[in-house]
């Protein structure tokens, strides 16, 4: 079982920066990605952006790239998303999750294991 939990969700003005915290504890299956998702009320939920934990391979969405940052820390066994330049758009509850597959996909429903969201709120 894996526990995930993010933080650093906020208000910001447009043009602004935040930089969100995903924390795991638990066992992991390798291999694996950590990635995060957003969904905005009354949309479906949408990828964001990962990493492949042991190569540190990044994919990103097209909507957020060059805006946005993905890393990770494994000693710490946290991934980190470093937005800038946010559009009010970009407002949404963001989740942080673990995909175990060799595999990368962007399909929500394949990413194993969740955390509670944190929200970000763009204002214009």
């Known amino acids: 079982q894996v526990q995930l939990v993010e933080s650093g969700g906020g208000l910001v003005q447009a043009g602004g920066s935040l930089r969100l915290s995903c924390a795991a504890s638990g066992r992991t299956l390798s291999p694996f990605f950590m990635g995060w998702f957003r969904q905005a009320p009354g949309k479906e939920r949408e990828f964001v952006a990962a990493i492949y934990w042991s190569g540190g391979r990044t994919y990103y969405a097209d909507s957020v790239k060059g805006r946005f940052t993905i890393s990770r820390d494994i000693a710490k066994n946290s991934v980190y998303l470093q937005m800038n330049s946010l559009k009010p758009e970009d407002t949404a509850a963001y989740y942080c999750?673990?995909?175990?597959?060799?595999?990368?996909?962007?399909?929500?429903?394949?990413?194993?294991?969740w955390g509670q969201g944190t929200q970000v709120t763009v204002s214009s």
């Open positions: 999750a673990v995909l175990i597959s060799g595999i990368f996909t962007t399909v929500w429903t394949e990413y194993r294991y």
